[in-house]
């Protein structure tokens, strides 16, 4: 399984970012997708996961700015980030639940917000 993602770079407070991220190989079934962020130091935090049953679910620091969207046919989640904060700044992971597989991750993709 691979995970690629993209969508990360520098933006000012304020603005939008859309991060995307496309799975390939050997995947039967995905039960989740979503992706986490970390900033050096700091332990992983969930930014969105979205079932394949349409749930979605979101960290508290995010509510309302970030939304969570994925194609589960196309194997492919993407995560559209608003009125970011300069603390949204971090390396953001997507990653995929298989059934009998577990968790996969990807690279992580910089995002910079200036104040």
């Known amino acids: 399984v691979q995970l690629q993602a993209s969508g990360g770079g520098l933006v000012q407070a304020g603005g939008s970012l859309r991060l995307s991220c496309a799975a390939s190989?050997?995947?039967?079934?995905?039960?989740?997708m979503g992706w986490y962020r970390q900033v050096l130091g700091k332990q992983r935090e969930l930014v969105a996961r979205i079932t394949s049953g349409g749930s979605t679910g979101y960290g508290d620091s995010v509510k309302g700015r970030f939304t969570i969207s994925a194609d589960f046919a196309k194997k492919t989640v993407a995560l559209q980030m608003n009125s970011l904060k300069p603390e949204d700044t971090a390396d953001y992971y997507c990653?995929?639940?298989?059934?009998?597989?577990?968790?996969?991750w990807g690279q992580g993709t910089l995002v910079t917000v200036s104040s």
């Open positions: 190989g050997s995947i039967f079934s995905i039960r989740i």
């Open positions: 990653y995929i639940n298989v059934v009998q597989l577990g968790d996969s």
